[in-house]
């Protein structure tokens, strides 16, 4: 499973990369907005960083205007990706872009009937949003193995993103359900490789050590 960070914080990113644990990024107007800073700024920077895909979402609502906004916003760096929402409009604009060679990411998925719609429109990548659907009382991870199974059926090259990650149990479930790829909030991510029993098994570790005879003792 590919790991993606859910952020535009780049002192985050630098910190995961680091681990050789980031394979991208993506973000949205919500997440940029927090930083504070310019968004083609930004998404540069963080292309600059990560060798794997950083997705970019287009603000407009209408084929025109995310048409225009995603061959700008291609142009920024060769592995931005245009994120696109899950719309009418939204599948023509994939439609068009994916035949100019122009990588998208359909997101706010929510069912089996979307994620394939947005394959056949061309779509590079999809976003289930797991903890939304887990919030309107449907089962979020059997949305991504509906979904999986369905591209595996036809064939499609559409990946799975993983997104609205909230909790170790939700990557690990989507992991056993065979999505392609988790985008990991930098809040949870830290968590992933922590647990208490490693950390009371350091701490015995340690405490053994301490009785263990040092060459000063041996020799007095």
């Not at 407009?60 to 929402?85: Q, S, Y």
């Not at 065979?178 to 922590?194: D, M, R």
Request: include cysteine; glycine fraction near 8%; charge should be negative.
């Amino acid at each position: 499973m590919k790991f993606y960070l859910d952020t535009a914080n780049v002192e985050e990113i630098n910190r995961i990369n680091r681990l050789g644990l980031l394979d991208g990024v993506t973000t949205n107007p919500s997440i940029i907005a927090k930083e504070g800073r310019d968004f083609e700024e930004t998404i540069k920077e963080i292309c600059s960083i990560v060798d794997g895909p950083v997705s970019a979402e287009v603000i407009g609502l209408t084929v025109d205007e995310m048409v225009e906004e995603a061959r700008n916003i291609e142009t920024w760096a060769d592995n931005v990706v245009v994120k696109i929402p899950m719309t009418e409009a939204g599948l023509e604009a994939v439609h068009i872009l994916s035949k100019e060679g122009i990588k998208t990411n359909v997101t706010l998925i929510f069912s089996v009937a979307q994620g394939l719609m947005a394959a056949k429109a061309g779509a590079t990548f999809v976003s289930p949003f797991v903890g939304r659907v887990d919030d309107i009382g449907e089962d979020g991870i059997e949305l991504i193995q509906n979904l999986n199974q369905t591209l595996i059926n036809y064939n499609f090259d559409t990946e799975i993103i993983t997104a609205s990650v909230r909790t170790i149990g939700h990557l690990e479930k989507a992991a056993v359900a065979g999505a392609h790829i988790a985008t990991i909030p930098g809040s949870l991510l830290p968590k992933l490789w922590k647990h208490p029993l490693t950390d009371n098994g350091i701490q015995q570790f340690l405490a053994d050590w301490e009785k263990v005879p040092k060459k000063a003792e041996t020799l007095s």
